[in-house]
């Protein structure tokens, strides 16, 4: 059914303007009451569901950070108790620069968490306060380095670019601090702006933001600079050490089950022919109540069509460097991915978007440029 658990933390310090995510500042009380539906959700998902063995956990938000070690030890334990832990698990905590110190990071890393995945975003301080970040520059490197005094020999940094008024020399700067740092894995996005966040309102003519030539310059540039320095480009977005690629979030794209938990959690389940995907509710009262009331908070359950999971197979398995492979594609669907797409194929062939090789396809370069057009393709 699943083999992945996600568990969404919905804290933030302060709301960034750009963010969409499921996030607004907390107390500590209202953290503690959070830790508890928390835990108690976690009992009812492992009485109603069969899990494989969980193969990663992931602390995600919002800001992880947040929660004191005692409480990421405890949601930890009770996952231990329920669910079936293979023996060497990814244990990722999403952190926030400003919110961690030494002996918080040794606490976590005792706790059990065996990844971090910071959201330095980037190390130009200008551009941390056009993004409404809390921490400096300063606090980020300062953050890496008291984790990796803590014992922690897989961490990720998370980067922004196509930021408001950033050049391609910043940006150039902000790849080789991070290099400097030597994290084991790199993310790397693209600002977009969501609607209904202060930023599409500052932005909504998109003046000051770099025009698409330059966004591309600079997924080209991380591409250049990173793959040089021995990073692989696994996915889009994402770059790791040989070895070193997230799991969790590689299961995402592999489209592996997965278990969401807390505040507006997303999640994936093998269950039928197709799988079935479903939320929690992101209003934090209906979230409550629906627990205090001893049930699973579910919402909009969906369960996937063939042509559904078809769309979804392809633009999740073409994010990823190796692409989609011919025979995966016939033994799920019962199809060849030729036979189904031929006029696609050979059109995206054509532009230079996708490279088509004896085992299945994948991106070229242009291709995770222009990444939204290829999908496009394989709606069914
Ligand atoms: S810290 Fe992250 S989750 Fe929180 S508001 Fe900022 S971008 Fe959103």
Redesign the pocket.
């Known amino acids: 059914m699943f083999n992945r658990l996600y568990l969404h933390i919905p804290f ?1 310090r302060h ?2 303007p750009y ?1 969409a ?1 499921v ?1 607004s500042p907390g107390s500590k009380s209202e953290i503690s009451s959070y830790v508890n539906l928390l835990l108690d959700e976690l009992q009812f998902a492992a009485h109603e569901f069969t899990s494989c063995p969980i193969d990663s956990v992931y602390f995600g ?3 992880p950070s947040l929660l004191a070690p005692s409480q990421i030890s405890l949601v930890l334990e009770k996952i231990g108790q329920h669910f079936n832990l293979i023996q060497n698990p990814e244990i990722t905590l999403e952190a ?1 620069p400003g919110t961690v110190n030494r002996k918080q990071l040794a606490d976590l890393y005792s706790a059990g968490v065996n990844r971090l995945s910071f ?1 330095v975003q980037s190390f130009n301080d200008r551009m941390l306060k056009v993004l409404g970040r809390i921490h400096s520059a300063d606090q980020a490197r300062d953050a890496f380095s008291y984790a990796r005094s803590a014992g922690f020999s897989n961490i990720g940094i998370d980067l922004i670019h196509a930021l408001p008024e950033q050049t391609l020399e910043m940006w150039r700067n902000d790849l080789q601090e991070a290099l400097f740092s030597g994290p084991e894995h790199l993310s790397v996005y693209g600002l977009t702006i969501e609607e209904g966040t202060p930023f599409a309102v500052r932005f909504n003519n998109e003046k000051n933001l770099p025009d698409n030539d330059l966004a591309s310059d600079m997924f080209e540039m991380a591409d250049e600079l990173l793959t040089s320095a021995g990073y692989d480009h696994y996915e889009i977005a994402n770059y790791a050490l040989p070895d070193l690629r997230s799991r969790h979030n590689s299961g995402y794209w592999r489209r592996d089950g997965y278990l969401g938990l807390g505040l507006g959690a997303h999640s994936f389940i093998h269950q039928g022919e197709f799988g079935v995907r479903f939320g929690n509710p992101c209003d934090p009262k209906q979230y409550a109540a629906s627990i205090r009331s001893g049930q699973i908070p579910r919402c909009n359950t969906i369960t996937l069509s063939r042509e559904e999971a078809i769309s979804e197979f392809m633009f999740l398995g073409l994010r990823m460097a190796q692409g989609v492979s011919f025979a995966d594609f016939e033994s799920r669907f019962g199809n060849s991915l030729q036979a189904m797409f031929l006029p696609a194929l050979q059109k995206l062939s054509r532009a230079g978007l996708i490279i088509q090789e004896q085992e299945g396809i994948r991106l070229t370069r242009k291709g995770m440029l222009l990444s939204n057009q290829v999908f496009s393709m394989f709606l069914v």
């Open positions: 933030c709301k960034c963010c995510f996030s938000g919002g800001t926030n959201g």
